[in-house]
């Protein structure tokens, strides 16, 4: 009986994977400073936890908003490269700077030379490339 109680609690402490390079989700970045069109890296006083995933703020405030309503702004995808779920099923690290909130989600994606993937995606349709990510990461999330 205690068997099940505790992988009950293992299962729990975390649903999907998550990309959390650094330690933290967005690789540090405030999730919540991003729905203001900020990329800005969180500070160490700022810390929260959520679904098993550490997340900064810059603020006390963007702190206790993700503490309230935490799902209103974790990125998609946990945080992977959306374009790369999208079109490869796969997942790919991120520049935590390459951002879109679209529908009032996060979305991520990966830049580095020639590869902006967030460019990529604005050039296709977005909307098409969501349904196709939130298919694929049914597939790939855990």
């Avoid at 609690?9 to 991003?34: E, P």
Wanted: charged share 20%; hydrophobic share 40%.
């Amino acid at each position: 009986m205690v068997f099940l109680f505790l992988t009950g609690v293992l299962v729990q402490g975390q649903s999907i994977d998550y990309n959390t390079k650094k330690g933290y989700a967005a690789h540090g970045y405030d999730v919540v400073a991003y729905f203001d069109g900020i990329a800005t890296m969180g500070k160490d006083q700022f810390t929260a936890m959520f679904d098993g995933v550490n997340y900064k703020f810059v603020s006390e405030a963007n702190l206790e908003k993700f503490v309230v309503q935490p799902n209103s702004y974790v990125p998609q995808y946990g945080g992977y490269c959306a374009y790369a779920v999208a079109v490869n099923s796969k997942k790919v690290n991120v520049d935590p700077e390459t951002f879109e909130i679209r529908g009032g989600k996060l979305y991520l994606f990966y830049n580095k030379g020639k590869n902006n993937t967030l460019q990529f995606w604005l050039n296709q349709s977005p909307n098409s490339l969501i349904s196709k990510a939130d298919i694929n990461w049914e597939n790939i999330k855990n």
